[in-house]
């Protein structure tokens, strides 16, 4: 189980979900962010906090952005750190 | 009609919705998993299903599993009485899938008809309601949905007919209910690092480096260690380093004390596993030197204080009478005292049972300076020992 970010997020990137992740596995994916399903223990805080609903839990994600899933459970988190980039 | 006074189950079961609601609010329960909320305020619209929260996410803890351990008898005579009141057409016991043989006791009983068993997977999900509530029924909490007055918020239990209650605070209902008994401990663990676990009740309020000395630590030489109000993923700083004249006190929704290495995160203890204490739960009422009490903080209205400075309190006096604005809850002395300040809603009562020099020397240092501590569920404010 996890928690996946879909489309909504595009042009949004709120950081709200960010700050409440208790165990950092959201990532800046570029457009969007990401959440890193290895790292995620489905506690659902972040849902909640998303002001345009882009957060589900895997198995309610639309039937139309199921790639989100594949895309988050593909992604190479290896290079980056968790949260918001700052320089 | 909410008199604090103790009942037969005959009573209890007698009480109509609006006086056991009001005994809840009177008694100074708030949900005591970690969230807070005004425990009365979920009662005030019954549901039909209740699902008791007895998972306790947070790697390393037993606090609550100690308690249903200890109260079973109470517990069942709760759910009846619970039922009897709220007309609940379901009661609950949502139990992590690891902790079938610990609540053996409690599938026994379920047998009578008061209540089910519903075991859910071993995953964490920081006793948060709308996770419990997918593993334990077919229902969904809908993630968010429109209000009557056109807004659009997060969905909630009650969105589906559910009222989901974290164990301890269950307990507490029982007190009040049945014993008469306000709130005045809140149960918790004590690890990490250099600790062996131990579950204590201890006064609301209580200082927490005197909890550590209790516990077996040497505070003043422990600079190297920090203390966080929580477990290894959710918590707050509670003191960055011991031992530098910085204190913080028990809230009531502190479920542990969990010391580590100053610098290292939490999170790098998600591993960690302990047995449970041999000697369960310690009770260190009365073992306190002092308490600061908040009237209010996070989400509740202060209470209007009862005491005035200098005045002597007894254990379990009310010192607190709730508001009518907002969320507001009864305030009981968690120790017997003088009442050393009354400042920024916080009471602090110098006393306790041990012998009054000691309980001087040792009140004076997490009481001095009137900085305010820390409050409940807000940022942490360390109190300064200026002595």
């Known amino acids: 189980m996890a928690y996946v970010i879909v489309e909504a997020c595009i042009g949004t990137k709120n950081t709200a979900c960010v700050q409440v992740c208790p165990v950092d596995c959201i990532y800046d994916g570029g457009d969007h962010f990401i959440i890193n399903p290895a790292e995620c223990i489905d506690c659902s805080m972040c849902m909640p906090e998303c002001p345009v609903e882009a957060i589900y839990p895997d198995d309610e994600v639309p039937e139309d952005m199921q790639h989100y899933i594949t895309k988050a459970a593909e992604f190479d988190y290896s290079g980056i750190a968790p949260g918001v980039e700052v320089n | ?387």
Not at chain 2, 296 to 302: D, Q
């Open chain 2, 1 to 387: 009609m909410a008199e604090m006074k103790q009942r037969s189950l005959e009573e209890v079961k007698a009480l109509s919705v609006e006086e056991a609601v009001e005994i809840m609010r009177q008694a100074g329960i708030v949900g005591a998993g970690g969230g807070g909320f005004p425990t009365y305020f979920k009662y005030k619209n019954p549901q039909p299903h209740l699902i008791v929260n007895a998972t306790e996410s947070e790697p390393g803890y037993w606090g609550d599993k100690l308690v249903h351990k200890e109260y079973l008898e109470e517990f069942l005579q709760l759910f009846e009485a619970m039922k009897a009141i709220f007309d609940f057409e379901q009661i609950s016991l949502g139990v992590h899938e690891k902790d079938r043989e610990w609540f053996a006791d409690y599938a026994e009983h379920a047998d009578e008809g008061v209540y089910d068993m519903r075991y859910v997977p071993n995953t964490y999900a920081l006793g948060e309601e709308k996770t419990l509530i997918k593993h334990a029924t077919d229902t969904r909490v809908p993630r968010f949905l429109d209000t009557p007055d056109g807004s659009r918020r997060p969905g909630m239990p009650p969105d589906v007919g559910i009222i989901v209650n974290n164990s301890e605070t269950l307990l507490n209902i029982y007190r009040a209910w049945f014993l008469g008994k306000p709130l005045t401990t809140k149960f918790f663990s004590v690890y990490g690092e250099e600790m062996d676990i131990k579950v204590y009740e201890a006064p609301i309020g209580a200082s927490v480096s005197e909890v550590l000395e209790i516990a077996g630590l040497d505070v003043e030489t422990s600079s190297h260690l920090s203390v966080i109000d929580g477990g290894p993923y959710l918590h707050d700083m509670a003191i960055e380093e011991l031992g530098t004249g910085h204190d913080a006190y028990v809230r009531r929704m502190t479920n542990s004390l969990f010391l580590l290495p100053k610098g290292r995160q939490g999170k790098e203890y998600a591993d960690i596993e302990t047995e449970p204490p041999e000697e369960g739960i310690v009770s260190l009422v009365g073992e306190i030197s002092g308490v600061h009490l908040p009237l209010g903080g996070g989400l509740l209205t202060p209470a209007t204080p009862l005491v005035s400075e200098g005045d002597e309190v007894e254990y379990e006096q009310k010192i607190g009478e709730p508001v009518d604005e907002g969320f507001s809850i009864g305030v009981w002395a968690s120790a017997g005292g003088t009442i050393s300040s009354i400042e920024n809603d916080i009471v602090a009562i110098a006393g306790g049972a041990i012998p009054q020099e000691e309980a001087e020397a040792e009140a004076e240092p997490s009481m001095a300076g009137g900085a305010s501590p820390r409050g409940e569920a807000e940022p942490f404010q360390e109190a300064e020992r200026s002595g």
